[in-house]
């Protein structure tokens, strides 16, 4: 592995964890797509905690994961609080700050081409450059790690286009942001599960 700047790293897990939580943490997005298989609406929903913002960085660390999180965001986390798990730990968190915006910028998802070593998703979503991948136990959906590299060569067969993105606070009953929605879309008419709230 590649010496790093810890120094460095730590601003960009700072700035990452800013990102999370205006972003990402506390909220609810629901990956509207459409099926190519059985060319029908479908939807995802994902859980974001602040729990799993550690695992999302890589990196490994005696603090546990809402610990570390709240030093991240508060400015108290230093350079021997964490250290570098492996080679992935470099590819995450040179696409962290990018990756902390994949409810704007995920275009596909689709089911994970369980093939990798110690890896096992149920669905990733992103571009050809960068996804993130999602994994669920028996209650819901949450994020797990991200993916350098195309989608389509992740997926089972050809991931699906994203169609619009929802957001929610996690107690919140209803979606009320549209965070992203694909060109040629009328929200108005897709039929899918979940409601989006109305002002």
């Known amino acids: 592995m590649k010496s790093k ?13 800013n990102l999370y939580e205006k972003n990402l943490n506390n909220k609810m997005l629901l990956f509207v797509y459409l099926n190519r298989r059985t060319n029908k ?7 974001f905690k602040d729990t799993y913002f550690k695992h999302l960085t890589g990196i490994t660390t005696p ?9 991240a965001l508060t400015n108290t986390l230093k350079i021997e609080d964490f250290d570098y798990k492996d080679n992935n730990t470099n590819l995450k968190l040179d696409n962290i700050i990018r990756g902390m915006e994949i409810n704007k910028y995920a275009r596909m998802i689709g089911s994970f081409e369980n093939n990798r070593k110690y890896l096992t998703l149920d669905k990733v979503a992103g571009t050809q450059y ?5 994994d669920n136990d028996d209650n819901y959906n949450y994020p797990k790690t991200f993916l ?52």
């Open 5 to 17: 700047n810890k120094k460095d790293d730590l601003n960009i897990i700072k700035q990452a964890a």
């Open 41 to 47: 609406i479908e939807s995802y929903e994902v859980t």
């Open 63 to 71: 603090i546990s994961n809402r610990m570390f999180y709240k030093k």
């Open 130 to 134: 960068l996804s993130i991948g999602f």
């Open 148 to 199: 350098v590299g195309d989608i389509r060569k992740l997926t089972i067969g050809k991931p699906n286009r994203i169609l619009c993105v929802l957001s929610k606070n996690i107690k919140d009953i209803k979606y009320e942001k549209v965070v992203y929605i694909a060109k040629n879309v009328d929200i108005e008419k897709l039929k899918f599960d979940g409601e989006i709230q109305e002002n």
